[in-house]
């Protein structure tokens, strides 16, 4: 139980494009989902809390309208890369956690989008 | 906001040692503390946790203690194997709120 499935896996494109990634709750709801950025070596940086139903609550030093959020349902949240360049580059991972199970819950994460702008 | 310490950055062992990793944490509110283990380019994914109402937890090679007063808490590894090299994340929270992650622990296990 409990998996996160993120797609796509990786992205090439060329600067300016945007580029959509989704992430699902496969066997259970998740009312808040995460949009974390990696880069090599270092630890996960959230970004973005995703709210069903709600604007998504940003972290300091994120552009929201760089990067929107859309969490339309329990089970899907999506983050768009809105014109992006190559300081985009990076590994993106979601997380989600199980809303019916109360507190103190573990977040369980997506396999992540390797994204890179040219 | 919560602050979480990692330590250390690396740490290299030989098959069969322990291994010890540790965490403090800056927020004595915080009561929930998952550990995640991520293999190169792939998810983080969850390998144990505990709630603050415990000061121990044993999944067979793996344990992690609680200490709230000192508000520390720290992975241990027995009989390592090769298969446990990863980096480690420890994280710490409260209730709903958004886990705050560690810097991670780099493990190298040498056969």
């Known amino acids: 139980g409990a998996v996160v499935s993120q797609h796509p896996s990786w992205v090439i494109c060329k600067s300016g494009t945007s580029v959509k990634i989704e992430c699902r709750s496969l066997d259970f709801q998740a009312t808040t989902m995460f949009w974390y950025r990696q880069f090599p070596k270092q630890s996960l940086m959230l970004m973005a809390t995703s709210n069903e139903g709600s604007k998504a609550t940003y972290e300091q030093g994120v552009e929201k309208d760089k990067f929107l959020i859309n969490h339309a349902s329990l089970t899907l949240s999506t983050l768009t890369v809105t014109s992006a360049h190559p300081e985009d580059s990076s590994f993106y991972i979601c997380s989600a956690r199980d809303s019916d199970r109360g507190p103190n819950q573990p977040q369980h994460f997506g396999d992540g989008t390797r994204l890179s702008i040219l | ?111």
């Open chain 2, 1 to 111: 906001g919560e602050n979480v310490e990692q330590h250390p950055s690396t740490l290299s062992v030989q098959e069969g040692d322990s291994a010890v990793i540790k965490c403090t944490y800056s927020d004595s509110a915080s009561n929930y503390f998952p550990w995640y283990k991520q293999e190169l380019g792939k998810r983080p994914q969850l390998i144990i946790d505990i709630r603050s109402n415990v000061g121990e937890k044993k999944d067979q090679r793996i344990a992690v203690t609680l200490n709230k007063t000192a508000k520390h808490f720290s992975l241990h590894i027995t009989e390592t194997q090769p298969e446990d090299s990863a980096v480690y994340f420890c994280a710490a929270s409260l209730g709903y709120s958004t886990l705050t992650f560690g810097k991670g622990t780099m493990l190298l296990v040498s056969p």
